[in-house]
């Protein structure tokens, strides 16, 4: 594991020696998958934890009839299953796709279930998890509640900004899929980014979004 180890991956473990972090992750099997592909499907039994460890993967609410919402786009570093992992009939709450080609790492949940019972401090590190999904939840909340398109996108994107601590930041998904993120229409969504360009608030070249009036951003969300 490498750059995994600097986000969830970190909570998790953090009440571990070197050692011991050696030794768990030993016990962590790898995998590779292709865009598209489902790496877990809502309402099947939680049989393990998933980490990311290259690539952009998406937590997906499907209905019935096929349309879908994306509920997180997780990276490098985030975590899936964590929510249910030690239920000992938990169900995924969401499906888990490969929105682009992703590297993971994987423990099955009777792995998962010994090494907490050896290592206490994970489970204290599983509660960690927790709160965090906690917080990004309520970020989203607030994503969600912004009046217009755009204040949805200018808020979207200052959080990106931050995160990805630059100002030309990579969307993580297509168009669509962040669209969704948005609960925004994907026409909708291009139709605002292409105005935002017109103006001069930003730019944007594929998948690369480059902020160019910070300040505007900000005003429009109401942060200043």
Request: some cysteine; overall charge negative.
């Amino acid at each position: 594991m490498n750059k995994a180890d600097e986000t969830e991956l970190s909570i998790l473990f953090s009440g571990l020696s070197d050692a011991e972090k050696e030794e768990c992750q030993a016990l962590f099997r790898q995998k590779e998958l292709t865009k598209g592909e489902l790496i877990a499907s809502e309402g099947d039994l939680c049989k393990g934890l998933f980490i990311i460890e290259k690539g952009h993967a998406a937590a997906q609410k499907y209905t019935h009839s096929g349309e879908f919402s994306t509920l997180r786009i997780l990276e490098a570093g985030d975590v899936f299953g964590e929510d249910q992992i030690l239920e000992e009939n938990g169900r995924y709450t969401a499906t888990l796709e490969a929105i682009s080609n992703v590297s993971l790492s994987y423990i099955s949940q009777s792995t998962l279930v010994t090494l907490v019972d050896r290592f206490p401090a994970m489970r204290e590190g599983l509660w960690k998890l927790l709160l965090q999904r906690i917080k990004l939840s309520d970020e989203r909340v607030i994503l969600l509640s912004q009046k217009s398109v755009r204040a949805k996108i200018a808020y979207y994107l200052l959080r990106l900004s931050e995160k990805q601590m630059k100002t030309s930041v990579m969307l993580p998904g297509s168009r669509e899929v962040v669209a969704k993120f948005l609960s925004i229409p994907r026409p909708s969504f291009s139709r605002e980014l292409s105005a935002m360009e017109k103006n001069g608030i930003v730019e944007f070249s594929g998948r690369t979004v480059t902020i160019l009036d910070d300040l505007f951003l900000r005003k429009e969300i109401g942060e200043i």
